[in-house]
């Protein structure tokens, strides 16, 4: 647990709550049991709840996983007193360590951010993670260019599988983040009240991130768009280089036909080859006529 405490406003960071965390949080801020047992373990879907005394939410962040391949949702919580904003996360959460960073070694940042209320806080850590969530979709983009370039240098097919990873990884980026949408407007729309004294201004900060919000959101759906075009690219460029294969194949045994059927009859009775030929030329004549019946020819 760690604390940082400024103009009588307190943000308390709790890493892997335990049970004794749990009893603080209850005889200190009246914590009803069913959100705490939501805590340990975590709810795992997003939710805003008002309470007499305090707001409970649950969220995500977006975070990219080296090892899969594709983004990741940590949850993390948020309990908002009069003056107290707890978080609470099973993981390390990077943008929670960014923000604890610039409080501890900028004065100046830290008195902006404890400024005001905690609804004030709560915008500057949620800035924090959409910045942190915008950083995140620079390695989608940075794919995506090696896609496209793999492609117009030469239509593989193992370009199919890095296509569909980055795709599955856009997809999951937005199951993460697609919910901040309803967490912030409830916040604009109701949360506001919870601070009566500040609920204008902070009805300004609350629509900046829906804003904020809405960017990421639009640039994702920019990278969905341009991952379905050059997926459709490639597939036909593959699908000419392979007419361009068949149609080679198909010249090749034209040209080797003659010497075939030369080898073929030369091994021949002489008896046989007139029937052989007599079959041949119906049989063609047959296939010529029916072709173009069907105006295939």
Known sequence: MK????NNLNWVDIEKPSQKDLDWLKNNFNIHTVVLNELIPFSQREKVEYFDNYLFLAMH?????????TTKPIE????????HLITIHNEAIEPLKIFLKKCEEKPELKSKYFGATTGHLFYWIGEEILNFAERQLSHIGKN??????????????????DILVIKRDILDFRIAVRPLNRIFNSLGNRGINFWPEKSADLKVYFNDLIGDYERIWNEIGNYADTIGALEDTHANLLSNKTGVITKTFTMLSFITFPAMLVIAITQMNPGDLWIVAATIFSTTTFIWIYFKTKKWL
């Open 144 to 161: 995506i260019d090696l896609i496209e370039d793999g492609i117009f240098k030469s239509a593989e097919h193992a370009l199919i599988k």
């Open 3 to 6: 604390t940082i405490t400024e």
């Open 76 to 83: 993390l919580d948020f309990l908002i007193t009069g003056n």
């Open 61 to 69: 962040v977006p975070v990219f996983s080296q090892t899969k391949k």
